[in-house]
């Protein structure tokens, strides 16, 4: 059964960084891409990166330069590192699976969730 379930959710102060984790199960992350997306209350579900099976990586203009998506094969497990976080990046960040790159705009294309994991920042 594919499930992916996220962790490293957490509060933080304006200016500090955390982890997450998605684990997968059921099928093998290596032959499909991954990404993360948030939503904040009262607004839209929007993409912040996603990383093909060759590791190519893409990012949202608003996360550039303080977000890193990376994958492990091995451990079967995405991670996103958020470093600088801001109040804005509050919101519930949900991890997603597709066997095709879907891209940051096509949410609702995305084939698997996870459950999602909140991150709250505070200023």
């Known amino acids: 059964q594919v499930q992916l379930v996220e962790s490293g959710g957490g509060s933080v102060q304006a200016g500090g960084s955390l982890r997450l984790s998605c684990a997968a199960s059921?099928?093998?992350?290596?032959?499909?891409?991954m990404a993360w997306f948030r939503q904040a209350p009262g607004k839209e579900r929007e993409g912040v990166a996603t990383?093909?099976?060759?590791?190519?990586?893409d990012y949202a203009d608003s996360v550039k330069g303080r977000f890193t998506i990376s994958r492990d094969n091995a451990k079967n497990t995405v991670y996103l590192q958020m470093n600088s976080l801001k109040p804005e990046d509050t919101g519930m960040y949900y991890c997603?699976?597709?066997?095709?790159?879907?891209?940051?705009?096509?949410?609702?294309?995305?084939?698997?969730w996870g459950q999602g994991t909140q991150v709250t920042v505070s200023s």
């Open positions: 059921g099928y093998t992350i290596s032959s499909y891409y």
């Open positions: 990383i093909a099976e060759g590791g190519m990586t």
């Open positions: 997603a699976a597709a066997p095709y790159g879907y891209g940051l705009e096509n949410p609702n294309s995305w084939s698997f």
